[in-house]
């Protein structure tokens, strides 16, 4: 009798042992942190970038990247950073990707690679109400301002030269068309989206907009790093469902309600 007793505490005393074993290994693992990722951004260019009043980076381009990273499961963190000089951040590795309202060109793709287009731009030539301006040709002679290292400053460039000293280079659109407001230059070329803005909310500066048909539409594409082939994927899968679902509609609304897409 001893024995058996012996024998049933044994049994049972490795059925508990095994039941607290299977409870330790059905332990819940934790969901591992998503990786987040620095974007380069010029915080000077409404409505795609800029600074509000808290300093926080708002606009177009970060309510689209946020959009992105949210589909395509990792974090982004905005960084300003000075468009002439953005491509060396992204090189050096200080940036992981760079969301700045950046035209997609054949230059640009030989260092960096581009996600899928996200906005259709094109050049906008900037003037006071009473200029006689009424197409590109007419700048030949005249003082022109462009945002430094864009396509802006690209397309002056190949009309008037690259070292031409009518061609006054600064660092931001709004600098630009400040230049503009105070007579330092006779007009700008910038991109529409930002032109369009600044006019929107200054309309007692007396610009007028002119559109040429020898400027080419131009898109924006979201810079990663080349050779970079697993967050380009991240990046396209996160944009590819953004417009599927209808987030990107519903953001461009936002910026550009009164703008034919």
Do not use: W
Request: proline residues 3%; charged residues 25%.
């Amino acid at each position: 009798m001893k024995r058996f007793l012996n024998m049933g505490l044994c049994l049972l005393s490795s059925a508990l042992l095994l039941t607290a074993c299977g409870k330790h290994e059905t332990k819940t693992a934790e969901a591992p942190a998503q990786t987040e990722y620095l974007v380069g951004a010029e915080a000077t260019f409404a409505p795609f970038e800029y600074q509000n009043e808290q300093k926080e980076i708002v606009g177009f381009d970060v309510d689209i990247m946020h959009a992105i990273a949210d589909k395509g499961g990792f974090k982004v963190k905005f960084v300003n950073t000075p468009f002439e000089g953005i491509f060396n951040f992204l090189a050096q590795g200080d940036r992981d990707l760079l969301a700045s309202a950046i035209t997609i060109t054949d230059e640009r793709k030989q260092t960096v690679d581009f996600s899928e287009p996200y906005f259709e731009a094109n050049q906008l030539i900037v003037v006071p109400k009473d200029s006689k301006v009424t197409k590109f040709d007419d700048l030949k002679n005249m003082k022109v301002g462009v945002q430094s290292a864009t396509t802006g400053d690209e397309i002056v460039q190949k009309m008037l030269g690259k070292s031409n000293p009518n061609i006054k280079r600064l660092e931001s659109a709004t600098l630009v068309i400040k230049e503009l407001e105070a007579g330092g230059v006779e007009a700008v070329v910038a991109d529409n989206g930002v032109v369009k803005n600044y006019i929107k909310h200054n309309p007692s500066e007396g610009f007028r907009l002119i559109s040429d048909p020898a400027f080419p539409k131009e898109y924006y594409g979201i810079a990663i790093k080349k050779g970079n082939a697993d967050l380009l994927a991240k990046v396209n899968k996160g944009l590819a469902a953004i417009k599927a679902d209808g987030t990107y509609d519903r953001i461009y609304a936002q910026y550009f309600a009164d703008s034919a897409k």
